[in-house]
């Protein structure tokens, strides 16, 4: 006789949400669906046509009176699509390009170096003070209220075997196992440890074992799911000892719990084993707080990373504290996305002229394949500048912080791959912040010489000292600063201590090569309060608790025991 499902029958969940591919616009965490966030490059330009028709045509409808206005309305839309969409950011020379679109931040750095430098001494000390201990709350971890098993003195026998596939990068794989845990108890399921499938884009050959510690990941969820390393030998006999002979069954992205119990829980009871690959966003956000409660397990305290990168980041964390003598230990850190396969799916240009243009082209047509030379698409630097959808350099993280009161003597601790042109961009970074580390600096050639290759682990290296920093700045989306600010929320009592800016403000800042220093530091001083405001945010239905632990995964101070 079967095991029951941990929900029984009946369950009602609510609706998964719309797939990612078509509610960029709307849902912060699209980004979840893989490391480049958006689909930034391309502008579909009948859309915007069709758009404004209907816009004018229904606003004629609706009131007669508009009638006569008409000319003018014809005449103004016009001349509103032009200014949106027919302009390019090359230049200004011609036809004057809108504020905001056009790369002009080494000009803005110019002006304002003389001002910084002055600043360099070390006065503000913005790390012992820069969150307001007034618009917090305190909030703990109380995982066990939501993962504790009523009427279960161990676990009901088990329904079958779950297999699942973990694709991307180090926190897209995190976000499959996670929900893999989450399915499997659901449907009262043995895990068996998730297979990472060799990505086209991170290339990391990494199995499980070399980037969490699988000992202590089975020991974690003992009491909640059994886990195991492998499939039984009598039962992949079964299968001709081939796992890819087990059923592969394709589930919807989002998936409500109801689905797996109706669809899957079948199959897996009559066949013994099933595969699910891929698994990535295969689980709705809202599901029963129980079983949400095994996505907080796994994700908060189960999976830890194995014994090498443990010893390796804590090593860095170390030194990064103690170079951070002049601010009391307290360090600042930035996920840098500056890559050149990042900054060619991002469509932005910056100051490189044809020659960027030519390795951007070459980049994109290497990794995407024609993706972005489609028949009636057109690629719009200046509108995803103004947009906040390009990524931020060096130079231009390093202008946000110094006119957020970062003084030299900030420790900066940098987590990024391998930056795009890094001799031209990083320079001045640098020379804004003398006191700059990363993980070639804090480790020798030797110890990080069995991560080389592996950018899964290399990212752990990274996720761990930013995950101690006092100050986290994330400047383009994906899923590691997604995870990375859930993570610091559960850590630091429910504030993320996260500096998240407003990439369409920087834009127009940066683009304005005659402003104030005085109105420079006003408005990103305004940006870090609002960062502050926003560090506690409590979980919307359609939001992911990888991000937004509370209340699913997290209780206030007052409210545990």
Same mark, same amino acid.
């Given at each position: 006789?079967?095991?029951?499902?941990?929900?029984?029958?009946?369950?009602?969940?609510?609706?998964?949400?719309?797939?990612?591919? +078509?509610?960029?616009? &709307?849902?912060?965490?699209?980004? *979840?669906?893989?490391?480049?966030?958006?689909?930034?490059?391309?502008?579909?330009?009948?859309?915007?046509? !069709?758009?404004?028709? +209907?816009?004018?045509?229904?606003?004629?409808?609706?009131?007669? $009176?508009?009638?006569?206005?008409?000319?003018?309305?014809?005449?103004? #839309?016009?001349?509103?699509?032009?200014?949106?969409?027919?302009?390019?950011?090359?230049?200004?020379?011609?036809?004057?390009?809108?504020?905001?679109?056009?790369?002009?931040?080494?000009?803005?750095?110019?002006?304002?170096?003389?001002?910084?430098?002055?600043? =360099?001494?070390?006065?503000?000390?913005?790390?012992?003070?820069?969150?307001?201990?007034?618009?917090?709350?305190?909030?703990?971890?109380?995982?066990?209220?939501?993962?504790?098993?009523?009427?279960?003195?161990?676990?009901?026998?088990?329904?079958?075997?779950?297999?699942? !596939?973990?694709?991307?990068?180090?926190?897209?794989?995190?976000?499959?196992?996670?929900?893999?845990?989450?399915?499997?108890?659901?449907?009262?399921?043995?895990?068996?440890?998730?297979?990472?499938?060799?990505?086209?884009?991170?290339?990391?050959?990494?199995?499980?074992?070399?980037? *969490?510690?699988?000992?202590?990941?089975?020991?974690?969820?003992?009491?909640?799911?059994?886990?195991?390393?492998?499939?039984?030998?009598?039962?992949?006999?079964? *299968?001709?000892?081939?796992?890819?002979?087990?059923?592969?069954?394709?589930?919807?992205?989002? @998936?409500?719990?109801?689905?797996?119990?109706?669809?899957?829980?079948?199959?897996?009871?009559?066949?013994?084993?099933?595969?699910?690959?891929?698994?990535? =966003?295969?689980?709705?956000?809202?599901?029963?707080?129980?079983?949400?409660?095994?996505?907080?397990?796994?994700?908060?305290?189960?999976?830890?990373?194995?014994?090498?990168?443990?010893?390796?980041?804590?090593?860095?964390?170390?030194?990064?504290?103690?170079?951070?003598?002049?601010? @009391?230990?307290?360090?600042?850190?930035?996920?840098?996305?500056?890559?050149?396969?990042?900054?060619?799916? @991002?469509?932005?240009?910056?100051?490189?002229?044809?020659?960027?243009?030519?390795?951007?082209?070459?980049?994109?047509?290497?990794?995407?394949?024609?993706?972005?030379?489609?028949?009636?698409?057109?690629?719009?630097?200046?509108? =995803? &500048?103004?947009?906040?959808?390009?990524?931020?350099?060096?130079?231009?993280?390093?202008?946000?912080?110094? #006119?957020?009161?970062?003084?030299?003597?900030?420790?900066?601790?940098?987590?990024?791959?391998?930056?795009?042109?890094?001799?031209?961009?990083?320079?001045?970074?640098?020379?804004? *912040?003398?006191?700059? !580390?990363?993980?070639?600096?804090?480790?020798?050639?030797?110890?990080?010489?069995?991560?080389?290759?592996?950018?899964?682990?290399?990212?752990?290296?990274?996720?761990?000292?930013?995950?101690?920093?006092?100050?986290?700045?994330?400047?383009? #989306?994906?899923? +590691?600063?997604?995870?990375?600010?859930?993570?610091?929320?559960?850590?630091?009592?429910?504030?993320?201590?996260?500096?998240?800016?407003?990439?369409?403000?920087?834009?127009?800042?940066?683009?304005?090569?005659?402003?104030?220093?005085?109105? +420079?530091?006003?408005?990103?001083?305004?940006?870090?309060?609002?960062?502050?405001?926003? $560090?506690?945010?409590?979980?919307?239905?359609?939001?992911?608790?990888?991000?937004?632990?509370?209340?699913?995964?997290?209780?206030?101070?007052?409210?545990?025991?």
């Amino acid at each position: 006789m079967h095991g029951l499902s941990r929900l029984g029958n009946g369950v009602n969940s609510p609706s998964p949400p719309s797939s990612p591919r +078509f509610r960029h616009a &709307r849902n912060k965490n699209a980004a *979840f669906g893989g490391g480049f966030p958006g689909d930034s490059c391309e502008v579909k330009l009948q859309n915007y046509a !069709e758009k404004l028709g +209907f816009m004018i045509v229904s606003a004629v409808y609706r009131r007669r $009176g508009v009638l006569l206005f008409a000319p003018l309305l014809y005449i103004s #839309g016009m001349l509103l699509y032009m200014g949106a969409l027919g302009f390019d950011a090359s230049g200004r020379s011609g036809t004057e390009a809108p504020l905001g679109s056009v790369y002009r931040s080494p000009q803005v750095f110019e002006k304002l170096w003389p001002l910084m430098e002055a600043e =360099n001494n070390g006065s503000s000390n913005l790390l012992t003070n820069v969150w307001n201990p007034k618009l917090h709350q305190v909030w703990k971890p109380c995982i066990a209220h939501t993962v504790s098993q009523e009427g279960f003195t161990e676990l009901p026998k088990s329904n079958g075997y779950l297999i699942i !596939e973990a694709n991307g990068g180090l926190n897209q794989q995190r976000l499959s196992i996670c929900d893999a845990v989450a399915v499997a108890g659901l449907l009262n399921a043995t895990l068996v440890i998730p297979i990472f499938h060799l990505n086209s884009v991170w290339r990391d050959s990494s199995k499980f074992r070399d980037i *969490f510690d699988e000992d202590f990941f089975i020991y974690a969820l003992r009491n909640h799911v059994k886990v195991v390393r492998e499939l039984p030998e009598d039962l992949l006999l079964q *299968f001709g000892n081939n796992i890819s002979s087990i059923v592969n069954l394709r589930v919807k992205a989002w @998936s409500s719990p109801t689905y797996y119990l109706l669809k899957v829980l079948p199959k897996l009871k009559e066949l013994g084993a099933v595969r699910i690959a891929p698994f990535s =966003n295969r689980l709705a956000h809202s599901v029963p707080p129980n079983i949400q409660g095994l996505r907080c397990l796994c994700n908060f305290e189960a999976l830890r990373f194995s014994e090498p990168i443990r010893m390796l980041a804590a090593k860095m964390v170390d030194q990064m504290v103690k170079k951070s003598s002049k601010t @009391s230990g307290r360090y600042v850190s930035v996920h840098i996305r500056f890559e050149e396969d990042m900054v060619a799916f @991002s469509c932005c240009t910056y100051d490189g002229g044809e020659e960027e243009k030519h390795e951007m082209d070459i980049a994109r047509e290497r990794s995407w394949r024609g993706k972005f030379r489609r028949t009636g698409r057109v690629i719009r630097p200046g509108v =995803n &500048r103004i947009d906040g959808k390009c990524p931020l350099t060096p130079l231009e993280v390093g202008m946000m912080l110094r #006119g957020m009161g970062f003084d030299n003597y900030t420790s900066l601790y940098v987590a990024a791959g391998k930056i795009y042109k890094a001799e031209k961009y990083m320079t001045p970074l640098k020379q804004m *912040f003398p006191r700059l !580390e990363s993980k070639d600096t804090l480790a020798t050639t030797e110890e990080l010489a069995p991560f080389e290759g592996h950018s899964s682990r290399l990212a752990a290296l990274d996720y761990t000292v930013c995950l101690y920093s006092e100050a986290f700045v994330t400047t383009q #989306g994906g899923n +590691f600063p997604h995870f990375l600010v859930g993570h610091r929320r559960y850590l630091y009592e429910g504030h993320a201590k996260t500096i998240k800016p407003d990439k369409r403000k920087l834009a127009l800042l940066f683009d304005s090569p005659d402003i104030r220093w005085k109105d +420079f530091k006003s408005q990103l001083q305004e940006m870090l309060r609002h960062s502050d405001t926003k $560090g506690i945010e409590l979980k919307k239905p359609s939001s992911s608790l990888y991000t937004f632990p509370m209340p699913d995964c997290m209780c206030k101070h007052a409210d545990v025991n």
